[in-house]
T-cell receptor
Framework: NAGVTQTPKFRVLKTGQSMTLLCAQD?????MYWYRQDPGMGLRLIHY???????AKGEVPDGYNVSRLKKQNFLLGLESAAPSQTSVYFC?????????????FGAGTRLSVL | RKEVEQDPGPFNVPEGATVAFNCTYS??????FFWYRQDCRKEPKLLMS???SGNEDGRFTAQLNRASQYISLLIRDSKLSDSATYLC??????????????FGSGTQLTVLP
């Protein structure tokens, strides 16, 4: 059981380049989330999805887009990368109806924008 | 003011020591509370949920004071393997009525031999 899988694990971009981060979960979870983690800031929510075909903005959505075309996949796109987007990105998922709201995380993607 | 604030740390303690972490949250409507553990360069993983009556899991004890909006984690008889960053996490309802987690910035613990 793979759980939550993120690809790639590492990436270096030049300013202005675009890329897509892929998150895949095999637990049939309804909810999926994208976070970024920066030193001293904790995890901050970028975008989330409560089901296939739906997405919503989190705390820090600017500069990112997302898509949830399939229930098991949640894609995070950077159309024009900026150095401020250098961070560690975590994807998480949660089953619907989980009152305790426990989320399961992927291993993270380390992105550097030069 | 941050929604979830934690002791800045770092905490460096000898093996076998007892160590306590504190956390405060600002949203009085918060409903669920957790401690996550994050090892260096790894993803966060749930350590334990926090209940109003307090709860214990082996060497770990979590407590919640809703009136003071305060959460704590106590680690007894600390082990080298307890070295990690401990994240205080609060479940809130966002403006879109979706439940979200709000993370503290974490407290780093190093247990020394």
């Amino acid at each position: 059981n793979a759980g939550v899988t993120q690809t790639p694990k590492f990436r270096v971009l030049k300013t202005g380049q675009s890329m897509t981060l892929l998150c895949a979960q095999d637990m049939n979870h309804e909810y999926m989330y994208w976070y970024r983690q920066d030193p001293g800031m904790g995890l901050r929510l970028i975008h989330y999805s409560v089901g296939e075909g739906t997405t919503a903005k989190g705390e820090v959505p600017d500069g990112y887009n997302v898509s949830r075309l399939k229930k098991q996949n949640f894609l995070l796109g950077l159309e024009s990368a900026a150095p401020s987007q250098t961070s560690v990105y975590f994807c998480a998922s949660k089953p619907q109806g989980s009152e305790k709201n426990i989320q399961y995380f992927g291993a993270g993607t380390r992105l550097s924008v030069l | 003011r941050k929604e979830v604030e934690q002791d800045p740390g770092p905490f460096n303690v000898p093996e076998g020591a007892t160590v306590a972490f504190n956390c405060t949250y600002s949203n009085s409507a918060s409903q669920s509370f957790f401690w996550y553990r994050q090892d260096c360069r790894k993803e966060p993983k749930l350590l334990m949920s926090v209940y109003s009556s307090g709860n214990e899991d082996g060497r770990f004890t979590a407590q919640l004071n809703r009136a003071s909006q305060y959460i704590s984690l106590l680690i007894r008889d600390s082990k080298l393997s307890d070295s990690a960053t401990y994240l205080c996490v609060v479940n809130t309802i966002s403006s879109g009525s979706a439940r979200q987690l709000t993370f503290g910035s974490g407290t780093q613990l190093t247990v020394l031999p």
